[in-house]
């Protein structure tokens, strides 16, 4: 699986991902450092990469239906310090080794990660 880690992420969570055996870019690698959501999410389908945010405009499933894109995962931490976040992203990696994300739309909180499907 191919994720893109959104830049209002720390760059250490791209890191988590290839050392869990996934392909990870960040969207600051890539030069998309403020790009539009229609911009970034464009180049997520055409690279078929899972995003990874905090972005909550990616929650809208109107917007982003599940099935019509290669998979979005959105982060809702109580807390946004690098810590927290890097421990959400160890409990992404932990479902991740039973199910993948592909064309679904992952909520992940604290205690539990909400999937939504077509």
């Known amino acids: 699986m191919k994720f893109k880690i959104d830049e209002n992420l720390p760059a250490e969570c791209a890191r988590l991902f290839i050392d869990a055996g996934f392909y990870a870019d960040t969207v600051n690698q890539e030069h998309l450092s ?3 959501d229609a ?5 997520c389908v055409s690279e ?3 995003l990874v945010t905090l972005d909550l405009d990616f929650a809208n499933v109107r917007a982003y239906p599940p099935g019509s894109q290669p998979g979005i995962i959105v982060l809702r931490p109580k807390s946004q310090d690098k810590p927290t976040l890097l421990a959400h992203m160890g409990r992404i990696l932990v479902v991740l080794a039973e199910r993948s994300p592909a064309n679904q739309l992952w909520i992940v909180e604290r205690d539990r ?6």
Request: aromatic share 6%.
């Open 34 to 36: 403020g790009a539009e």
């Open 39 to 43: 911009v970034l999410f464009a180049r």
């Open 113 to 118: 990660v909400r999937v939504r499907e077509r």
């Open 48 to 50: 078929q990469r899972i």
